[in-house]
């Protein structure tokens, strides 16, 4: 898994899951979010806002808490779109441009990638 901030001001590294860590909602929660995801997103753009899919740690009833809490404007998961290009550039855009560039040349393993 791998998750990125992008706002009109730019866009955060990509962060990814720690090799062989238990996704759930503690993890995602403590580590992901907090001491990754946000401060990324804090150190491209003053104004956050967070785009989750409907996995389990996203919906988790302490993360939407934590979201409540820490970031302006949240969204609570009964007002997200199932599906919306407009809201989720990741998966729209991103990817996309990501995918180009990693296969101009063979990729050989993970830490070449």
Not at 3 to 24: Q, R, Y
Not at 74 to 92: E, G, K, Q, R
């Amino acid at each position: 898994m791998v998750s990125v901030g992008v706002s009109k001001t730019g866009c955060t590294e990509l962060i990814f899951v720690d090799p062989g860590a238990k996704i759930n909602g503690q993890y995602y929660r403590d580590v992901l979010l907090q001491k990754k995801i946000m401060p990324a997103i804090r150190r491209v753009s003053r104004n956050m806002f967070t785009q989750q899919d409907s996995t389990s740690a996203h919906r988790a009833r302490d993360t939407i808490e934590l979201l409540r809490r820490t970031t302006p404007d949240f969204i609570a998961p009964d007002m997200w779109p199932p599906n919306s290009p407009d809201l989720n550039p990741v998966d729209y855009a991103i990817w996309s441009i990501m995918q180009q560039r990693v296969y101009q040349t063979r990729v050989h393993d993970i830490d070449e990638l």
